[in-house]
């Protein structure tokens, strides 16, 4: 028998009969869906991966914003502070 991807031919040349092993087909599925699953599972992991990190380096981006917009109100606040009980400037 002569294989020919998941096809032998059976008998002759000259009848020309194609017939499915069966088993070999079968295997050949099992291989490429497990193959499919892995590539998917793979796929999905790197794809949280970067979520992930991007969420996070979003979120550190976000509160060192915060964190300089706080400190720059409070340096604004000291100063106005600082000059007000300097010139002793009422306030009303």
Known sequence: MEEVGTLFWAGSLKTGK????????????????ICVILLLLALFYVLFVFVLFYVLFACKRVLYHCH???????????YIVSVVRKHRIQCT
């Open 18 to 33: 194609c017939v499915l092993d069966l088993s070999v087909e079968i295997s050949y599925l099992c291989k490429l869906v």
């Open 68 to 78: 300089r917009m706080l400190t720059q109100l409070q340096l604004t606040n000291t």
